[in-house]
């Protein structure tokens, strides 16, 4: 890498004037006088023009291949205006910095194992690494990543206005993670359509007029959980959903989580997951509200039972929803008792670009990232034409913007082996089993997963 400064040619020009005054009426001196102070105003911008100008810092990378790696190709695919202006920009940043941009595609199967070995040798296989941040943990708590701080300055647009690159949520306490700025985030969605034949309040409303709680929520899934016709069976129910993560989304709209990674601490003993998984096990086996399709609340396709629009109210992502047959609407998840507005969903598959430790120039390899990038916004906030081709409503698309979106708290219980997050859930839905003996039943098996990765 050569580095080099452009400096202007100093050139110190004194021009002196002589001024001949002869025997010249009044009107002539003037004359004189004003063509004299001209000339002097011209030598002078002259001189101006051409005082030393530090310019922009030039930097050859010698034509070195910088490395974008993920289980997906990256590139953009220049269908859209926006994607065209990035091709545009990468090809200048390219000649700009004579380097080369490859985007990496690695199979997921194959990934984290080729991420593992190639950082272990101090070779990292790419510059800039997608991770999931429950396979990011693990390679944080070894030092294997580098801290953001590390690697941008005080200019850096992520340390600022973050429109071209943003930060993501704190891993184990610090911030290692970044990606384009984009709007998604999961919310509780409603069947407009079931709200309006039986004359439920909307929920948008309840949450405008700060009436959206946990017991708001479960008298609406009462309501509407009903047998219609008389034949024993429910034509509406009030709420579906996985088991795993309906739990993980109520603990975090009541602060809690499962493990405190910063602490290295198992919270499934915290009493306000207690009182989430209290709640929860209320919605199934006491209200009984929850459509379970399958029969086992545990089974991972619960998440679409929804979309047979016989349930009210589901907690859903945006790409869960794109092909929905009937009319929605979203509102945060209901606020617990001991809710905050930091948090308004458990991201449990979060993911984010890493640089990993062995990176050679990581400051300038994430400079020319950043650069890539900075390109004229063609869209009045990041993802409008996805957003506005999933959400009917404009409403919905300002609910997300200003309550939802970005306010994920990262769950990373799955990134510790042997934790009993599924068993302790299972137990308490699946067979209605006391919470806080359940909760003791497993807590040291917890503690132990948790140690256990710490002292890898």
Known sequence: ML????????????????????ACSG????NKTNNTSSNMNAANNQQAEEQPQEQEEVIDMGGRTIRISAW????????????????EKIE??????????????????????????????GEPFADIVMLENKSALP???????????????????INNAQDVVKKNAPLAGDYYSFNRPGNTGTSLMYNREIFKQLGLPDPKELYSNGEWSWEKFEELAKQATKDTNNDGKNDYWGFSGWGLDIVRHFAASNAAKAVDEVAGKEMLSDPKMIEAMEFV??????????????GNSMEWTETETFKDGDVAMFIAAEWMVSDLQF????????????????????????????????????????????????????????????????????EDINMLLQHISNKGMPVLEDAYPDFPYYAVVEEIISKNASVTSTVEKYKQQAQAAVDALGNQ
Do not use: C, R
């Not at 400096?7 to 001024?19: H, P, Q, Y």
């Not at 096990?281 to 399958?294: A, E, F, G, M, S």
């Not at 458990?346 to 430790?357: E, N, R, T, V, Y």
């Open 139 to 157: 390679a944080i708590l070894k030092e294997q990543l580098l801290k953001i701080q590390e690697f941008t300055d005080a200019d850096s647009n």
């Open 281 to 294: 096990n209320k919605l199934y086996n006491v209200d009984k509200v929850v459509k379970v399709k399958t």
């Open 72 to 87: 997906w190709d990256m590139t953009p695919l220049g269908d859209s205006a926006s994607s065209k202006a990035e091709l």
């Open 327 to 394: 009319d929605f609407g979203i509102v945060p998840i209901p606020k617990g008792p001991n809710g905050s507005d930091e948090y308004a969903y458990a991201d449990s598959a979060g993911q984010g670009l890493f640089i990993p430790k062995g990176v050679k120039d990581p400051q300038l390899v994430y400079k020319i990232y950043e650069e890539m990038f900075t390109i004229p916004p063609l869209e009045d906030f990041p993802g409008q034409v996805w957003l506005e081709g999933i959400y009917k409503h404009e």
């Open 3 to 22: 580095i080099k400064k452009k400096k202007a040619l100093s050139l110190s020009l004194i021009i002196l004037m002589t001024v001949i005054l002869g």
């Open 92 to 121: 200048t940043v390219k000649e700009k910095y004579n380097v080369n941009i490859e985007f990496v595609n690695v199979p997921f199967e194959n990934y984290m194992d080729k991420f593992t070995t190639t950082t272990l040798a």
């Open 27 to 30: 009107g002539e001196a003037n």
